[in-house]
């Protein structure tokens, strides 16, 4: 695992000195300004892509950047696979004291998931959120996205989880897809 993360850490430095050398700008996918009065009713998570936008009656509000478990092809399968989730699911709380800065729970496993791990026998695992890089990763910054490094969570940076914080209430539904 820490030569996984030893590799991990090599090809993010490589990015860095890419993007710098080349000049490449990181684009910023803000669809409509983020106003006060909006709040999220739905999320979609698209792992291919490595993007969530937040919605709001069916209008995209913002779409953010996004890095997932380190294992981030197909769904979770169990606990311990640092994969992150695939299905619908709810945000059903949230954590002011996370270690990575600002967390949201996903009510991951759903039934299905619990299905899927009962007939496998196995422990579908849980505490998957959308956070932020926290003091741990704080280095990385805007290239927080640039490789997959948490256990199955949904990461942003510092700052986009507080704008995401205020803008996603408790019981938004949320869509993983792959």
Not at 22 to 32: D, K
Not at 34 to 49: F, P, R, T
Not at 116 to 139: L, N, Q, R
């Amino acid at each position: 695992m820490f030569i996984s993360l030893i590799k991990q850490i090599k090809l993010f430095l490589k990015a860095a000195i890419i993007f710098s050398v080349f000049n490449i700008s990181i684009p910023v996918y803000a669809e409509v300004p983020v106003s006060s009065g909006i709040h999220a009713d739905y999320i979609l998570v698209e792992k291919s892509l490595k993007h969530m936008t937040l919605y709001y009656d069916d209008k995209p509000i913002k779409t953010y950047n996004v890095a997932l478990g380190r294992n981030p092809k197909g769904p979770k399968l169990m606990e311990g696979d640092l994969r992150t989730p695939e299905g619908r699911y709810v945000i059903d709380s949230r954590n002011s004291d996370s270690k990575y800065h600002l967390s949201l729970h996903i009510s991951y496993p759903n039934e299905v998931d619990l299905q899927i791990t009962g007939i496998a026998g196995v422990s579908p695992g849980g505490d998957v959120m959308i956070h932020g890089t926290g003091e741990e990763y704080a280095w990385m910054g805007a290239f927080h996205d640039v490789v997959d490094w948490t256990d199955g969570c949904i990461a942003v940076t510092d700052e986009e989880i507080e704008e995401i914080w205020k803008l996603v209430p408790d019981g938004t539904r949320i869509e993983i897809l792959p």
